[in-house]
């Protein structure tokens, strides 16, 4: 079995490519340069558009697991909006059609759990719910799932997509990179009062659930909303961060209102929202039809993710 993957390099390409390689299972990977000892046989690939040249890349390739997007930046300019479009939706539709030309059985799909929107109410959010992008990341992402599907039903090929929360774990980047640097020296941070739930995925339960998605029969043609299954609140989430670092966090407990309202002030109002908000993913459809649980607690990824930052950051 060859297993075709896109964004190799990334944050979750990298620790899925050495799961695969780990499971025996032959990975093609594109990479924009050629690597010395990269853990995967290599096919340069110097961008992902429409014109893109996948024949060589998808020759035997049984599945395709389609990482690479332009990522979500929290005010997307006129660039970002046409990227957004080149490469996460038009790009996406040309890996795809290719994929299917060349008789690849299975595509899976990394999207986000951000389709169904920023913030949850009463009920989280489950496959059913409607699509509420907010932004044009998360817009791209829907759009692409819209024309995957199509592709799926006008060929053979197999469409899975996942839809995480927000992915932490070794190698993590922006603000949860951002939060654990706050912890560590002990900032005080505003968020005693602030009661919210939030749905995370640890690296490792990621790419085992993307692992289950290329073998299981059942995966083919389904949306999987996936996370830890334990959902937390900013504040409980700081406060495991701190115990795992061994260290105090004071955490003064400013009204939620009176943060959003400095957050607009300052022109953080983006970050004010994801840190008081809720963002809640019913994960149980997955571990209904595929028998997945995650098999890492979200106490044991804090861990993980800590002793990674304390070992990078020479502490």
């Known amino acids: ?33 050629f690597q010395q000892d990269f853990p995967a046989e290599q096919v340069i690939i110097p961008g992902i558009d429409p014109q893109t040249d996948w024949a060589d890349a998808l020759e035997s390739v049984e599945a395709v697991v389609h990482l690479a997007a332009h990522v979500h930046v929290m005010k997307s300019g006129a660039e970002d909006e046409r990227l957004f479009n080149e490469v996460n939706v038009a790009g996406t539709r040309h890996l795809a059609e290719s994929a299917a030309a060349s008789g690849v059985r299975r595509f899976i799909y990394l999207s986000t759990v951000k389709v169904h929107g920023e913030q949850t ?21 829907a759009e692409a799932e819209a024309i995957l599907k199509r592709i799926g039903q006008a060929s053979s090929m197999e469409i899975v997509i996942i839809r995480p929360p927000l992915v932490y774990g ?13 912890v560590h020296r002990r900032i005080p ?3 005693g009062a602030i009661h919210n739930a939030r749905s995370l995925i640890y690296l490792d339960n990621l790419v085992d659930a993307v692992m289950t ?16 299954g334990e959902d937390l609140s900013t504040a409980d989430l700081v406060r495991m961060i701190a115990k795992a670092m061994g260290v105090r966090v004071f955490l003064p407990p400013v009204p939620p209102d009176l943060l959003r309202f400095g957050g607009k002030m300052l022109g953080k109002g983006d ?3 994801r840190l008081t908000e809720s963002l809640q993913v019913d994960s149980s459809f997955i571990q209904n039809k595929l028998g997945w649980i995650p098999p890492h607690t979200a106490e044991e990824g804090l861990r993980k993710t800590v002793q990674w930052f304390l070992r990078s950051s020479g502490r």
């Open 213 to 228: 998605c290329i073998q299981h029969p059942s995966a083919a043609n389904e949306a999987f909303l996936v996370s830890d």
């Open 121 to 141: 109410e009463e009920q989280p959010f489950s496959e059913q719910s409607p699509f509420s992008p907010q932004d044009a990341y998360s817009r791209s992402k």
């Open 170 to 182: 070794p190698g993590v980047k922006a603000n949860f990179l951002q939060l654990l640097k706050l």
């Open 271 to 273: 970050i004010v929202g």
């Open 189 to 191: 941070l505003p968020l």
């Open 1 to 33: 079995m060859i297993v075709f993957l896109s964004g190799a390099t990334g944050f979750v390409g990298s620790a899925l490519c050495r799961r695969l390689s780990t499971d025996g299972i032959r990975v093609r990977a594109a990479l924009r340069t």
